[in-house]
């Protein structure tokens, strides 16, 4: 960003300067301060005033030309820059100079040489009345009819131009088409022209070889009527007449036979439901396969098409199926969340199938373990079942070997008490003292009020519709 170091002064909220009404009243505002002492408010009020204005108008030229504007005293450049930074405003919402507008005024109208003449230069503009008047005198040159020749009839009488007679006519379009040279073949004629060969310079009669369209009907049951077709070599447009393999089981359906050699393919479009078979083969091989489009498939959530028969069954998550939510944010529309909400199987009949109970699990708090599905480590388990929290076995041996020598490590800690009499342990065969043993697993792991591994909390949602 260009620099402007013409800088305001007194300009943050609550300066020392006199208000507006002060300083509209200030006598010093007239004939400047005189001898005696100023009060700083007062100057404040004059440099801010005139520092706000040199510092806008250095921001105007900087934003202009977006060159650095430095307090140096050359105010030659800065006067340049100034009438620049104007010019380029001016220039920029379509502001045109004097001159300018002059001359294309000048162009248009000569204001002083508006002429009641004829003759008049070209350069000039006639009156409204001259040209109203001359115009209604005019009118195209051309050989036209004396009253002599009205009165003796208007035949062969036309406006002057570059007409073509008839024989030049004629002769002009037999340069463009020789009608002794179009297309040979069946029904060959000289009307409907539509294309010519490249080489030959024939022309092609519309619907000739099927191109075009003759509404032309043929039954193919068989086999044998489409090698009987395809043996005229010749490619053609024409429609069946009764249901067939090659075009969609629905009679006379508009049909598309390419053929080069003894290799062919059919194009059938179903003028029912839309649906396009195509066919292909050589010699005696064929195959037909449907072309899968809107017409024969649905489209599923994602936008591709699918060729299940409903909808419903073709989402990329069944009904049924579950994923993690991730979010606090509103379920989407047909998920529901595992928290034992009960359906009915009328309108939720895809559901239904999934929980036969008509309720969705509460899963809430649980974590999901893989079904075991008959591979032997957690055996007996069934799909949706759950199973309560455990800790694996420990065990372990404790050794005592008199009570001053209890201890204990890891989970374990002894702590002993002993029976005085007279200062002295009881006699043998009586208790000569106590060991408590105890144990606590948050000695050495992490503790709580139940078995837990490492988690992260996800809401579980299944889709229902």
Do not use: C
């Amino acid at each position: 960003m260009a620099k402007n170091e013409f800088l305001p002064f007194g300009i943050a909220e609550g300066a020392n300067v006199l208000s507006n009404q002060e300083y509209e009243r200030l006598a010093a505002r007239f004939n400047g301060f005189v001898s005696g002492v100023a009060k700083s408010k007062e100057l404040n009020t004059v440099w801010r005033q005139s520092s706000v204005m040199s510092s806008s108008l250095a921001q105007f030229i900087v934003d202009s030309d977006n060159k650095d504007l430095l307090d140096n005293g050359d105010i030659a450049s800065i006067k340049t820059r100034l009438v620049a930074a104007i010019k380029q405003t001016i220039s920029g919402v379509g502001y045109v100079t004097t001159a300018a507008m002059n001359l294309e005024l000048n162009k248009k109208i000569d204001k002083a040489s508006i002429s009641g003449v004829l003759g008049n230069d070209n350069s000039k503009v006639p009156s409204l009345n001259l040209l109203t008047t001359e115009l209604g005198k005019k009118q195209p040159a051309g050989d036209y009819a004396t009253k002599t020749d009205l009165n003796n009839g208007l035949a062969g009488k036309q406006p002057a131009g570059d007409y073509a007679t008839n024989a030049a006519l004629n002769s002009g379009l037999d340069n463009k088409v020789s009608k002794s040279s179009v297309a040979q073949g069946p029904g060959t004629s000289i009307t409907n022209v539509i294309s010519q060969d490249g080489v030959t310079k024939f022309f092609l009669k519309k619907g000739e070889y099927g191109w075009g369209g003759l509404g032309q009907s043929l039954s193919l049951q068989d086999w044998t009527s489409i090698k009987a077709l395809i043996a005229e070599n010749a490619s053609r447009i024409y429609n069946s007449k009764t249901a067939n393999e090659l075009n969609g089981n629905s009679a006379y359906v508009p049909m598309f036979l390419m053929q080069i050699g003894n290799t062919w393919a059919n194009i059938a479009i179903n003028h029912i439901n839309g649906i396009m078979t195509v066919g292909a083969g050589y010699d005696d091989v064929k195959t037909v396969s449907t072309v899968y489009s809107t017409a024969n498939t649905s489209t599923d959530r994602n936008g591709y098409l699918r060729t299940s028969s409903t909808t419903a069954e073709m989402q990329a998550v069944p009904i049924g199926s579950s994923v993690i939510w991730n979010s606090t944010a509103p379920i989407p529309t047909n998920f529901w969340p595992h928290e034992g909400r009960s359906f009915s199987a009328a309108e939720y009949p895809e559901l239904a199938k999934i929980f036969p109970d008509l309720k969705l699990p509460d899963d809430r708090g649980y974590a999901i373990r893989i079904a075991d599905n008959g591979r032997g480590i957690d055996v007996g388990r069934t799909v949706g079942t759950y199973q309560q929290d455990a800790v694996q076995k420990m065990t372990g041996t404790l050794q005592i070997n008199g009570v001053e020598n209890a201890s204990g490590t890891g989970v374990f800690s002894a702590r002993q008490t002993a029976e005085f009499t007279g200062g002295h342990y009881q006699s043998s065969g009586s208790l000569q003292g106590r060991a408590y043993i105890d144990i606590d697993s948050s000695r050495v792991v992490r503790s709580a009020d139940e078995t837990r591994m490492k988690n992260v909390a996800k809401i579980l949602i299944t889709r229902v519709k």
